[in-house]
């Protein structure tokens, strides 16, 4: 069973940095795309950053270029997204989801193809 468990969210003060934790199981963790969404209330859910497993090609949307950063630690089949200089812009439900990676393209090109979803961890950045 593909299982994705996002972990790390919280209350947080603008300014400040907060990790968030994605843990894979059920599939071959080195075949995938994991990527970050995030869906703020009232807005659509938007891709945020992704990380190609099998290139290590990664991605990151234009509001969190430079603040966030996606990693890997493939011997644990997580995939971290680090945000830094949070904003209050940045409050939002972020989810993890994974895609097998078939080499079409950078992992962003199928960001309105991820298969397989976590359940969420809720991000709030007070002012």
């Known amino acids: 069973e593909v299982q994705l468990q996002a972990s790390g969210g919280g209350l947080v003060q603008a300014g400040t940095s907060l990790k968030l934790g994605c843990v894979a199981s059920?599939?071959?963790?080195?075949?995938?795309?994991i990527g970050w969404f995030r869906q703020a209330p009232g807005k659509e859910r938007e891709g945020v950053s992704c990380v190609s497993l099998r290139t290590g090609g990664r991605f990151y949307s234009a509001p969190v270029k430079g603040r966030f950063t996606i990693s890997s630690e493939k011997n644990k089949n997580t995939v971290y997204l680090q945000m830094n200089s949070l904003k209050s812009e940045d409050t939002a439900v972020y989810y993890c989801a994974a895609r097998f990676d078939y080499g079409d393209g950078p992992c962003k090109s199928f960001f309105d193809d991820y298969e397989y979803w976590g359940q969420g961890t809720l991000v709030t950045v007070s002012s």
């Open positions: 059920g599939f071959t963790f080195s075949d995938y795309a």
